[in-house]
């Protein structure tokens, strides 16, 4: 697989901790597992890690708030 972002042809299988954070407050999403680019470090989680993502951005983002994280695409 390619990176979404670079193009870098050398995406690693990795399981992390992801900190989310709204305005003031953070959320740990533990065991998110995904493949990173080891050159420019971009993401793409799998699918359970992603839907955990999405899941908890929906239920903790409040409006006028964003992640801090960048989003991924799909
Ligand atoms: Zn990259």
Redesign the pocket.
Known sequence: MN?P????ADMVDKVLDEMLSYGGQSLTLHAMHGEF?S????GIWDEESYRRYTEADMKEAKPGTRLSRHQHNT
């Open positions: 990176c972002a670079c193009g870098h680019c050159s420019c470090g971009e």
